[in-house]
C-alpha cells in the first residue's frame, strides 16, 4: 500500500514539473462578400484571429507562473467540406481546441463530424438557430447571437422611450434574419413597428442619399429608424436623411454590438491598448469574441491545472467558472445552449452610448439573461441543472 | 515675486487646516486638497496626466503621484504644491508602495507587466520584474522583506524578494485582483478580487490563502458587488472594503472575518483612507465625482465633498 503512495506522489510531482501545452485551431472559412455600395472603410481582413493571439499572448504570460503554454495554429479555407476534413485530420492527430469563424451550416457539420471529445467555439456567428434548437453538447458561442443583440437596442430604446420605430432592412439573407430578431425583440419589449420597408434600390447612394432616403422613409411618423444591413450595404447613409429629423441605430448609426473601441471602463483601456500594439489597429467585436473564447479555456486550464478537453467543458459549465472580460460583470455560459452570456455595447464610432442589459430590466437568475433567447424560449436543453 | 505672493496666500489657507487629504482626479489631471475639518476643497492642484495611486514619503513631506499617462511618477513638495522631481516608472504607472526604508519605490507598470523598483534619492532604476498581465494592487510588508503585486488579468498574487528583486512565489485568486494590504504585523495579506467579488485572507509564511470573505447586500445584484481598495485599521480590529458600483464600504471583522455592516457612499467607490486618528474614513468615488466622509465609530457616511472627475487615490496628512 506504501508503495503505491509513494508512486503516486513521484506521478503527481513529475506532472506539476513538465510543461502542460495547450494547443489552439482557429479556423476561417472564407466567404466571398459580395461588393456594397458603402466600400469605403473594410473591416479588417484578420479580423478574430487578431483577438485570439492578444489572448493567447496574455495566457501565456500568466502560464509561465503556472507551466503552461499556449499554442495557436491558424488554418484558411475557402470550401466548407476541405475546412471540415482538414479540420477532422487535426482532431485525428490529438488536437481538440477549435476556434471556428464560418457559416451556421459549416459550424452545424463540425460539431456533428468533431465528436463529443472536441471543444467548438464559435467567435463569429450570430445565427439565432444554433442557439435555438439542434445546440450541440460541443459547440459553445463567444459572439453575440443577434437576438442579444438586437434585445440590447430595444431595452434602450425602451428605457429612452422611444416607443414608436421603422424597420429598414436589405434584401440579404443575413439582413433578414437581422429584421427577424428585430420584430422579435420589438414584441418582446412592447414597441410598436410602425411600418417595414426593404431597400432594393440599386442607386449609388453616396451620391444620391440626400435625395432617395427622406422620400424612401415617408411613413408614419416614427421615433427611431432601425436598419438591418449587416454587409454595410446602404446603412451608412440613413443617418440624417431620414424623413422625419429621428435617430437611426441597428447595424449602422448606433451600433449595437459585442465589442468597440470606445469601450474603456472596467479595465478596458488596457485591453484597448494591448490589441492595439499588438494589430495595429482597433479592436472589434469579432476579436472580442476570440478573445473571450482563449481567456475561457485558459481560464479553465489555469483553475483545474488540466488542459483536457472534457475537463475544460466541465470547469466551463461550472458555477465556479466566471470570467473577468472587461465589461464590468463577470461572464459565463447559459448551461442551455453554452452561449456566452454577456453585455452588449450600444455605441457611435466616437463614444459608448450605453451599455445593456438597462436598468430595471430583471430576471431571476441574472440580468444579462434579459438579452437573447432565455432558457424557456430555446429548445436546446444541453445541461440539465437548476441554475 | 507676484508667485510668491500669490503661492504664500494660498499656502496661508493651509496653515489653517490641521489636517487635509490630497485626492487625485483621474480624468482631470488634478489633485484637490480638502480641508479635514471643514470638510471643504481648498484647492486643485495641477498635476500629470491621469494621475491614480498618490503616496507619502514616510516623513511625510513629500507626495508621490502616479501620473499613468505622463509615464512618469511626479515627486511633490507638500510645502510648496511644486513638482520637484520626475522618476523614471516606467510605463503607465498606476499603483505604487514604499518600501520601510523610504527610499525604494515599487511601481506597477499596468500596460508593461513589469513591476519597476525606482530609487527615489538617486533617480535610478534598481530593478524590472516580469509579473502577470495588468499589475495594479502594490504593497511592501513593513517587515521590508517582501514585496506583493497583483494582476487583474493573471489573477495571481505575485511575491517579490526585495532584496534581489526576484518573483519568488505566485497565489492565485479569484478574477481581477485590484488592491493588496499587509496586516502592520506583516504576517498576512488582504488581495481584494473585483470580478471574483471576494477578498481573499493570505498567509505570508505558506503564501496559501485562508480565509476567503463574501459580501451580500440586499437589492444589489451580486455582479455589482466588485471590491477594490481595503483599509486595514491600526488595531488590527477592522477592514474597510471598497464594493465598486455597489456603492457601498463592507466593514469587516478582522478576527472572525465577518462582515459587520455595508455603508452606503458615493458612486462606484475605489479607494479609502483614514484620517490621522481613524475616526473618519474617506472613501473615492469614482461615478459620482466625489469623496464620502465616513464616521468609522457610527458607520455612517456623515459629509459627501465633490472633487475632480473620476477622483481615484487618497492620502491624508495631519501637521
Known sequence: ?387 | MKKSLLCFLLMSGYLQASEVAYVSNEKDNTLSVIDMERFEVIDTIEVGKRPRGITLSKDRRQLYICASDSDAVQVMDLSTHEIVNMLPSGEDPEQFALHPNDRHLYIANEDDALVTVVDTETNRVLAQIDVGIEPEGMAVSPLGDVAVNTSETTNMVHWIDTKDWVLIDNTLVDQRPRHVEFTKEGDTVWASSEIGGTVSVIDVNSRSITHKIEFKIRGVHPDKIQPVGIKLTADGKYAYVALGPANHVAVVNAKTFEVEDYILVGRRVWHLEFNADESLLLSTNGVSGDVSVIDTAKHKAIKTIKVGRYPWGVVTLKR
Not at chain 1, 212 to 224: A, G, K, M, S, V
Not at chain 1, 253 to 279: D, I, P
Open chain 1, 1 to 387: 500500500m506504501r508503495t503505491i503512495w509513494v508512486l503516486l506522489l513521484l506521478f503527481f510531482s513529475s506532472a506539476a514539473n513538465s510543461k502542460t501545452e495547450v494547443s489552439l485551431v482557429y479556423a476561417s472559412l472564407w466567404v466571398d462578400r459580395a461588393p456594397v455600395l458603402s466600400n469605403i472603410l473594410p473591416a479588417p481582413e484578420d479580423q478574430g484571429i487578431r483577438g485570439a493571439e492578444l489572448a493567447v499572448v496574455d495566457s501565456n504570460t500568466t502560464g509561465r507562473f503556472l507551466g503552461q503554454e499556449y499554442l495557436l495554429q491558424q488554418v484558411n479555407e475557402i470550401d466548407e467540406s476541405l475546412l471540415v476534413q482538414q479540420l477532422k485530420e487535426l482532431f485525428g492527430q490529438g488536437q481538440r481546441l477549435f476556434l471556428i469563424d464560418a457559416p451556421a451550416s459549416t459550424l452545424r457539420s463540425l460539431a456533428a463530424e468533431l465528436g463529443e471529445q472536441a471543444l467548438i467555439f464559435n467567435v463569429s456567428n450570430s445565427d439565432d438557430e444554433l442557439r435555438l434548437s439542434g445546440c450541440y453538447a460541443n459547440l459553445f458561442h463567444t459572439y453575440p447571437s443577434r437576438a442579444m443583440i438586437t434585445d440590447a437596442l430595444l431595452q434602450w430604446l425602451k428605457a429612452r422611450r422611444m416607443d414608436e420605430v421603422l424597420l429598414i432592412k436589405g434584401a440579404r439573407a443575413e439582413d433578414q434574419a437581422y429584421a427577424e430578431a428585430v420584430k422579435r425583440s420589438v414584441q418582446r419589449f412592447g414597441v410598436k413597428l410602425v411600418d417595414e420597408l426593404e431597400w432594393d434600390f440599386d442607386t449609388d447612394l453616396r451620391r444620391a442619399a440626400q435625395r432617395e432616403l427622406p422620400l424612401f422613409t415617408q411613413t408614419d411618423e416614427y421615433d427611431f429608424v432601425i436598419v438591418a444591413d449587416e454587409s454595410g450595404d446602404f446603412g451608412e447613409y440613413v443617418p440624417f436623411n431620414t424623413w422625419y429629423p429621428r435617430p437611426v441605430g441597428g447595424t449602422q448609426g448606433l451600433v449595437s454590438t459585442g465589442w468597440h473601441r470606445v469601450v474603456e471602463q472596467w479595465g478596458a483601456a488596457q485591453l484597448q491598448s494591448r490589441f492595439e500594439e499588438l494589430a495595429g489597429r482597433w479592436m472589434n467585436a469579432h476579436d472580442y469574441a476570440a478573445w473571450a473564447a482563449v481567456r475561457s479555456i485558459a481560464e479553465a486550464v489555469t483553475r483545474t491545472k488540466s488542459a483536457d478537453s472534457q475537463s475544460v467543458r466541465d470547469f466551463i459549465l461550472s458555477q465556479q467558472f466566471e470570467l473577468a472580460a472587461f465589461k464590468g460583470r463577470p461572464l459565463s455560459f447559459r448551461s442551455w445552449n453554452q452561449q456566452l452570456r454577456q453585455p452588449i455595447a450600444l455605441i457611435h464610432p466616437r463614444a459608448l452610448v450605453s451599455m445593456s442589459p438597462q436598468e430595471g430590466f430583471l430576471h431571476q437568475r441574472s440580468e444579462l439573461d434579459t438579452l437573447g433567447y432565455d432558457e424557456p424560449e430555446s429548445e436546446c436543453r444541453l445541461n440539465q441543472r437548476v441554475e
